[in-house]
């Protein structure tokens, strides 16, 4: 009797540890699913920031008629800008940069939405500005 009593014991003992086991591997498995999705919804935050501000310029680059009224309307927009060659604008959570490229008569304006140095969201926009006094 004693010996079926012994192995009982033993047997429910590594049940035990094998519910244990998997229990303990069921939760670093949660754990890095939780870890990730914060990740992803972080990086999705970004995003949609990115396209909100590029598109914003982008309206403000099309309502213009010139280059320069283009780079007055952004500053009017955005004061924290610093206009160079090119346009950059900090803010709390992200860069916007926009960079204007002659090609013939076409102006290119690149627009780019960075987080920290890394380019996140950019877009393109070709605007054929009219010549003054034509």
Do not use: K
């Not at 870890?35 to 099309?62: F, H």
């Not at 950059?88 to 008569?105: C, V």
């Amino acid at each position: 009797m004693r010996i079926n009593r012994a192995s009982r014991s033993s047997l429910l003992l590594a049940e035990l540890m094998v519910s244990l086991l998997l229990f303990a591997l069921t939760g670093a498995v949660c754990i890095r699913v939780l870890e990730r999705s914060g990740e992803v919804s972080r990086q999705a935050r970004v995003l949609t920031r990115g396209v909100q501000e590029a598109s914003s310029a982008a309206e403000l680059v099309r309502a213009a008629d010139s280059e320069d009224q283009a780079r007055a309307l952004l500053l009017a927009a955005y004061p924290q800008a610093r206009l160079e060659e090119n346009v950059e604008i900090p803010m709390e959570d992200g860069t916007l940069r926009l960079e204007f490229r002659q090609d013939q008569r076409i102006t290119v304006c690149y627009i780019t939405w960075c987080d920290g140095q890394e380019p996140v969201y950019s877009l393109e926009i070709h605007r054929a500005f009219e010549e003054e006094g034509l």
